[in-house]
Structure formats: C-alpha cells, structure tokens
C-alpha cells in the first residue's frame, strides 16, 4: 500500500486498503480542503475582494491549529515540497496551485506591546519633545487673547511656558521611575 501526500490531496493507490486507512485518508483530505477553503478565503480578504468573510477555521482540527499562524497577528513560512518526476506532475502542479494561493495571503501584523512599555516609550517621546521646545524655543506662544502685548509680556508668557513644560517633564519622569518599581514594592510602601 501506498500513501502519497501532497498539499491538494491523500491518494490511495492500493484497492484492497483496511477500513482504518480508508477512514484515515478521508479525514485527512476533508481536512485539507477545509484548509483550501480557509486560504482561499483570507485571499478574498486580502485582496479586497470580499470585505466581511467569515473564515472556515472550526470545520477541521488542523485549520483551528493553524488559524494564528494563517490569518493571525503572527509572520509565517511554508514550505512546498515538488517532485520533479513526470509521475507526480498531477500533485506538483496542485502544489504549485496551492502555493500561489497562500502566497496571496496578506496579513497586517501589529506588535503586541505591554501597556506599561507603550506608556514609557510615549512619555520618553514626549519628554524628547518637549526637551526640543525648550533648546529652540519654537513653542507657540499663547497670548490668551491678548494681541499687542509688550516685549516684557512676551518674555514672562515664555518663562511661564517654560516653566509649564519643565514641571511636565518633571512629572514625566517621576511617571517614569514609579513604573521601574516593581508592585512589591508599591504594595509594600
């Protein structure tokens, strides 16, 4: 008995087969065209073809495990294995088929990042920003309504201003330091 795999489908090649492996080899092409179906769907989506697709991933076990990994927030690889003789072009081309399908497959993956680290990397943005403001002095001066103002106006509203954006940093930092403490500690304090 011969079982050949390929990604289109499971061949038997022997007539007089156990039920088992009859069994098994049914299961295993109903799993791969579930696992056709899903790609063919996520290719719709990717394409824009079809905006509000619900994907197959519940009608095979193997297209559940698959679902992070086909369609997920996840990069993946897949191999194709050819055969270079005329014998299996049937399988080869399906192969090839099949690649070119999956290949079409586009997925937008976001990193997932740890809130605390998403607000440390924000404050120490805005503390760049803001140090940025001070060195050049190009912050917009707000005249809250007050159009001639004197030269002396001028410099106390940007002392004040300056002031507004040191105490920020400041409280940026003090931020900063208590996310580096770990929650023993703070429970503890």
Not at 20 to 42: A, C, F, Q
Not at 66 to 82: C, D, H, P, V
Not at 113 to 140: A, F, S
């Amino acid at each position: 008995m011969k079982l050949f795999f390929s990604s289109g489908s499971e061949r038997l090649s022997n007539v007089e087969i156990s039920r088992d492996r009859l069994k098994e080899s049914t299961n295993i092409n109903r799993s791969l065209s579930t696992l056709g179906n899903v790609i063919s769907s996520l290719v719709d989506i990717a394409s824009g073809i079809k905006r509000k697709i619900v994907v197959p991933y519940r009608e095979s076990i193997l297209t559940k495990l698959l679902q992070n990994s086909l369609g997920g927030n996840s990069k993946t690889i897949m191999f194709a294995a050819l055969s270079p003789t005329d014998v299996n072009y049937d399988e080869t081309l399906s192969t090839l088929r099949f690649v070119d399908r999956v290949k079409r497959i586009k997925n937008h993956v976001i990193i997932n990042e740890n809130p605390i680290d998403k607000l440390i990397r924000q404050l120490k943005e805005e503390n760049l920003r803001l140090k940025g403001l001070i060195e050049t002095g190009n912050y917009n001066l707000q005249f809250d309504g007050k159009p001639n103002m004197t030269p002396q106006d001028i410099e106390l509203r940007k002392k004040q201003i300056e002031e507004e954006i040191l105490s920020q940093i400041k409280n940026n930092q003090k931020i900063l330091q208590d996310s580096k403490i770990s929650w023993d500690t703070k429970v503890i304090r």
